[in-house]
T-cell receptor, first 113, second 112 residues
Framework: NAGVTQTPKFQVLKTGQSMTLQCAQD?????MSWYRQDPGMGLRLIHY???????DQGEVPNGYNVSRSTTEDFPLRLLSAAPSQTSVYFC????????????FGNGTRLTVT | GDSVTQMEGPVTLSEEAFLTINCTYT??????LFWYVQYPGEGLQLLLK?????DKGSNKGFEATYRKETTSFHLEKGSVQVSDSAVYFC???????????FGTGTSLTVIP
């Protein structure tokens, strides 16, 4: 059971570079989301999707883009990396049933210099 | 809007001590409630859940009861172990099912 798979696990970028964080789930979950976790800030929602072709902004969407062309994949794009985007990023998915929990990936640790 | 307020940490306990981590929530309707645990360098794992009032979730010796009257979902364990050292997050899923809300996390360290 792969669950939610995130790649890469670690990444170092220079300011201004772009990159895509990959997220894939094999549980046929409709709902997928991206969070960032910073010390003392808990989890903050970046973007989410309730199904293929549908995305919406969360609490901190600026500087990030997402798309959802398939049920399985939900990539997060950093358009022009900034040091403020240094963080640990988590992808999570869930069925669209109100009492279902989120299933998390193991995270991507991103450093922007 | 909906929100979760969680006890500030860090919490340090001796092995075999009793643990309580407080969690209260604000929500319309009847949300589902969750506790997650995060070990160092890992993602969040579901620890337990409760989906209606007076439900008790339990797992690995941890328990939490969904209290609608006090809008609370406190996490308890009768005797903690060193291996319980982790960060614990309280969370809710709103009744419509589209949004999740997390507390800021409570770091627990258990010393031998």
């Amino acid at each position: 059971n792969a669950g939610v798979t995130q790649t890469p696990k670690f990444q170092v970028l220079k300011t201004g570079q772009s990159m895509t964080l990959q997220c894939a789930q094999d549980m046929n979950h409709e709902y997928m989301s991206w969070y960032r976790q910073d010390p003392g800030m808990g989890l903050r929602l970046i973007h989410y999707s309730v199904g293929a072709g549908i995305t919406d902004q969360g609490e901190v969407p600026n500087g990030y883009n997402v798309s959802r062309s398939t049920t399985e994949d939900f990539p997060l794009r950093l358009l022009s990396a900034a040091p403020s985007q240094t963080s640990v990023y988590f992808c999570a998915s869930s069925p669209r049933i109100y009492n279902s929990p989120l299933h998390f990936g193991n995270g991507t640790r991103l450093t922007v210099t | 809007g909906d929100s979760v307020t969680q006890m500030e940490g860090p919490v340090t306990l001796s092995e075999e001590a009793f643990l309580t981590i407080n969690c209260t929530y604000t929500a319309t309707g009847y949300p589902s409630l969750f506790w997650y645990v995060q070990y160092p360098g890992e993602g969040l794992q579901l620890l337990l859940k409760a989906t209606k009032a007076d439900d008790k979730g339990s797992n690995k010796g941890f328990e939490a009861t969904y209290r609608k009257e006090t809008t609370s979902f406190h996490l308890e364990k009768g005797s903690v172990q060193v291996s319980d050292s982790a960060v614990y997050f309280c969370a809710l899923r709103e009744e419509t099912g589209n949004q999740f809300y997390f507390g800021t996390g409570t770091s627990l360290t258990v010393i031998p």
